[in-house]
């Protein structure tokens, strides 16, 4: 077939824009290729952890009884996972040696979704009951270490309560030892106030800081903690978040798996963090991510000062016949320490006021002696009271106390009568005499 010359023509144009079209399409592909993501460069982009990761958040320095960060920490939540520190507390309290055995009874065992799987007949140790309840929060384990140490639920419900009243977590209500329940509850400041107890226990905190225990009654199990700073056993992220600092407590549970209590101590001082309904991703914890910053940013933030001590004059009060002293300095009979932010303006911070039980003192002033009292405010609440004492030792000057005397004598309603009779009866007496001279003398004339 034979074409004319426009129609060749357009079928030229058309095949080089063809071929044009063909030898770009590696460039385009090249351009368009997208590199595979990476575990920072997630395609759920990390929220702000501590605003937005979780919806109760908190960080308490038992030493300094201060409550560094604090969102949503008077929330109620469940006390699921609380419920297994104060059921430890009460245990360490009423056991004397964590490794002694016993046999699992019929009565002490319930039905869980999340239990181990303890049956009646097996032999157990309170210790490796504890680590179960603890590392994984168990609720058989719970359950049965609780019915072996009280008798009973109800009993051993009872202690917990009285426990954590004691502590001030006066928003607390447990039901069971499991934390399970539906009017169970707690909220992040009673939490951070249990854990603070959990954290002087010394047998307690030798099993929360471990990552695993091998449970000798358990047939040597291995039995692996959940919180992810001290084991990656449960971890499925891939990122770790091993701490040297932390020292233990309970992460997770049935019902809110992202929680997480943490203990960590830095500079000396330990810090709390709860976490709770926090939200979930793949390739990160944000648990743990909140828990870094709270400690990023406030752990170390503060220092222990005295803010008044006993040789800080407060004032002073006149002193009556001191030997070379009118007055003496009086300060409070003890020290006022507390952890302060550092850089904070102490002053601002902390006032007081003062009363006196007297306007003067008489020497001799015995040093440490008792004339008023002091009220120390912190940011206008009272957090503390002290007397007021002298801080000196003042002798009597007897001269002046010649002259004080001197002056009672003069000043002396009696004497003054005394004397102004005296002044009288002399008056009297000189006119007297004055008159019988007279009367003499006008004689001795009339003669």
């Not at 982009?45 to 560094?68: I, R």
């Not at 799987?117 to 680590?131: I, N, Q, R, T, Y």
């Not at 933030?301 to 040789?311: A, G, I, P, Q």
């Not at 912190?378 to 002046?400: F, P």
Request: with cysteine; proline share 3%; glycine share 6%.
């Amino acid at each position: 077939m034979c074409l004319d010359k426009p129609k060749r023509n357009c079928v030229a144009a058309s095949v080089c824009v063809l071929l044009t079209v063909c030898a770009l399409l590696p460039l385009l592909a090249l351009f368009s290729y997208a590199a595979p993501s990476t575990g920072s460069e997630e395609t759920e982009q990390m929220l702000d952890p501590v605003t937005d990761g979780a919806d109760v958040v908190l960080l308490y320095c038992p030493e300094s009884e201060m409550f560094l960060f604090d969102k949503n920490g008077d929330k109620s939540v469940h006390p699921y996972a609380v419920a297994k520190l104060v059921t430890l507390l009460v245990a360490d309290s009423l056991v004397s040696d964590w490794n002694d055995t016993f046999t699992v009874e019929k009565s002490m065992l319930s039905q869980f979704s999340n239990s181990y799987g303890l049956k009646e007949g097996d032999v157990v140790s309170c210790f490796d009951l504890a680590v179960l309840t603890l590392f994984r929060g168990l609720d058989d384990a719970a359950t049965v270490l609780a019915r072996k140490l009280a008798g009973s639920d109800s009993l051993f419900v009872e202690k917990m309560n009285e426990t954590a009243e004691k502590l001030g977590a006066q928003s607390t209500k447990f039901l069971n030892p499991t934390g399970r329940g539906d009017k169970g509850t707690t909220n992040a400041h009673d939490c951070a106030l249990i854990a603070a107890e959990f954290c002087r226990r010394e047998r307690l905190t030798a099993i929360s800081g471990e990552g695993m225990i091998s449970c000798a009654s358990l047939g040597n199990k291995k039995i692996y903690n959940r919180n992810f700073y001290l084991s990656s056993y449960y971890n499925a992220t891939g990122k770790s978040y091993i701490r040297s600092n932390v020292t233990g407590l309970v992460a997770g549970s049935v019902l809110d798996p992202e929680m997480l209590i943490a203990s960590a101590e830095t500079g000396g001082y330990t810090y709390i963090s709860v976490v709770m309904n926090a939200k979930k991703a793949e390739a990160f914890s944000y648990t743990y991510e909140i828990t870094n910053k709270l400690l990023k940013d406030h752990a170390g933030t503060f220092s222990y000062v005295n803010v008044l001590t006993e040789n800080d004059p407060v004032c002073e009060i006149p002193v009556r016949m001191g030997d070379g002293h009118d007055s003496v300095i009086l300060s409070p009979d003890r020290n006022f320490g507390f952890y302060v932010m550092k850089n904070s303006d102490v002053k601002s911070e902390f006032s007081y006021e003062y009363t006196l039980s007297s306007d003067y003192l008489e020497a001799p002033v015995n040093m440490g002696t008792a004339v008023g009292q002091l009220v120390l405010y912190r940011n206008g609440e009272e957090v503390g009271r002290a007397d007021l004492v002298t801080r000196a030792n003042i002798a009597k000057s007897m001269s002046d106390y010649y002259v004080e005397e001197a002056k009672k004598v003069l000043t002396d309603r009696f004497v003054l009568r005394v004397m102004v009779a005296v002044a009288v009866v002399a008056v009297a007496y000189v006119l007297i005499v004055a008159i019988i001279k007279g009367q003499k003398k006008k004689k001795r004339r009339e003669e």
